[in-house]
C-alpha cells in the first residue's frame, strides 16, 4: 500500500540502471491483476501461497520481469557456491544455473499445490460474487464492532485507502481494539502482553476459568477461534495494539462453491462463526479483571 506507484516510479527514474524495485505481495491480499501490472513495470514480486492462499509454510517465490533476463549470467555467477538450487526456477533461468548435484528436491513445488489449487478454485467464483461476499461480511462485520462496548474498530485513514491494492487489499483484513475491564469497571485498551494473552484463550477451551457464568457463555468460551494474531501499530502516546479478522481465498472457496441454492446459506455460517468469536472476546473482556492473573 506504500509507497505509492508514482513515487516509486519518480525513484527509479532519478538512476533507472542503479535502482532496483521489488514489491512485497508475501501476503497474497492483492488482487492478481495489480501484481501482474508491477512486473510489467519491470518491477519484481515476491509472493507466498502459505498466507490468503492458505497453503503450508515456507511455500515462497519470486516472480521476475522479462527484462531481467540479461542478469541471468550474473546471478548464476553469484549461485555457483551452492546458494539456491537450478531446479528451483523457471526454465529460461535454470539453463545458465550451476546444475545440483545428487537428488532433485520436490519438497518446494509440492509445497505450491494446495496454495496453485485454491487459487485455481477462486478463479471459478466470479468477481461479482467475490465483491458481494467480501461486502456483506465485511459490512456485518464492522456493524457487530461498533455495537460493542469491548471491541472497537480501527479506522483505515484515506491515505492509506487511496493507496490501493484493488478490491481485496482494501477489504480483506478488519482490525480491531480490545478494551478489558479493570477493577473500577471501565473498559482500558489491552496492550501487547494482556492482547496476545486474550489471542491465545480464543484459540483455547476457557469455560472452566469462569464457572460461575451462565450456561451459554460457559458453551461459547468453550469453541475455539482463530483470527489474525495481535500486532502493535504506531508508537509512544499513539501506540495500540490491535487484532485482525483476516479473510483469505477460502472463504470464497467455500462460500462460492457451496453449490446451488446453498451460498446464502454458507455465507450465514461465515458470518456466524465471526460473530462467535467475537462473542466469545466480549466475555473474556467484560471478565479481564478476573482473568489478568491467569
Known amino acids: 500500500s506504500a509507497p505509492s506507484d508514482a513515487a516509486v516510479a519518480a525513484l527509479v527514474a532519478m538512476a533507472p540502471e542503479r535502482v532496483d524495485v521489488v514489491v512485497d505481495s508475501c501476503q497474497m491480499r492483492v488482487d492478481f491483476p495489480v501484481l501482474g501490472g508491477k512486473l510489467r ?3 519484481m514480486v515476491q509472493m507466498s501461497g ?3 492462499l492458505t497453503g503450508p509454510p515456507f ?3 519470486l516472480l521476475l520481469p522479462v527484462g531481467l533476463r540479461s542478469r541471468r549470467r550474473g546471478v548464476a555467477a553469484l549461485m555457483r557456491p551452492g546458494i539456491g538450487y537450478a531446479e528451483d526456477w523457471s526454465a529460461d533461468w535454470s539453463q545458465l544455473l550451476a546444475p545440483t548435484e545428487g537428488d532433485i528436491g520436490f519438497g518446494a513445488p509440492f509445497r505450491w499445490l494446495p496454495a496453485i489449487l485454491e487459487t485455481w478454485l477462486l478463479l471459478h467464483v466470479p468477481d461479482a460474487l467475490r465483491s458481494y461476499m467480501l461486502e456483506r461480511f465485511r459490512r456485518e462485520t464492522t456493524a457487530r464492532l461498533r455495537d460493542s462496548r469491548w471491541l472497537k474498530p480501527l479506522e483505515i485513514g484515506s491515505s492509506l485507502a487511496e493507496a490501493s491494492g484493488g478490491f481485496l487489499a482494501d477489504h480483506s483484513i478488519v ?3 480490545v ?3 479493570t477493577a473500577d469497571g471501565a473498559p482500558r485498551p489491552l496492550e501487547s502482553d494482556a492482547s496476545r494473552k486474550i489471542f491465545e484463550m ?3 477451551d476457557v469455560a472452566g476459568l469462569l464457572p460461575d457464568l451462565d450456561a451459554a ?3 461459547v468460551l468453550r469453541q475455539e477461534f482463530h483470527i489474525g494474531q495481535p500486532v502493535e501499530l504506531g508508537s509512544g502516546p499513539d501506540k495500540r495494539t490491535v487484532l485482525r479478522l483476516v479473510i483469505g481465498v477460502r472463504f470464497f472457496t467455500i462460500v462460492g462453491l457451496a453449490g446451488p441454492g446453498s451460498i446464502a446459506a454458507a455465507l450465514e455460517s461465515e458470518i456466524s462463526d465471526m460473530t462467535r468469536a467475537f462473542d466469545k472476546l466480549e466475555i473474556l473482556a467484560e471478565n479481564w479483571g478476573r ?3 491467569n
Open 202 to 204: 480464543l484459540n483455547q
Open 217 to 219: 457463555s460457559r458453551a
Open 179 to 181: 478494551y478489558g475491564q
Open 50 to 52: 502459505s498466507k490468503s
Open 59 to 61: 511455500s515462497g517465490a
Open 175 to 177: 482490525s480491531f481494539q
Open 41 to 43: 513495470q519491470g518491477w
Open 291 to 293: 482473568l489478568a492473573g
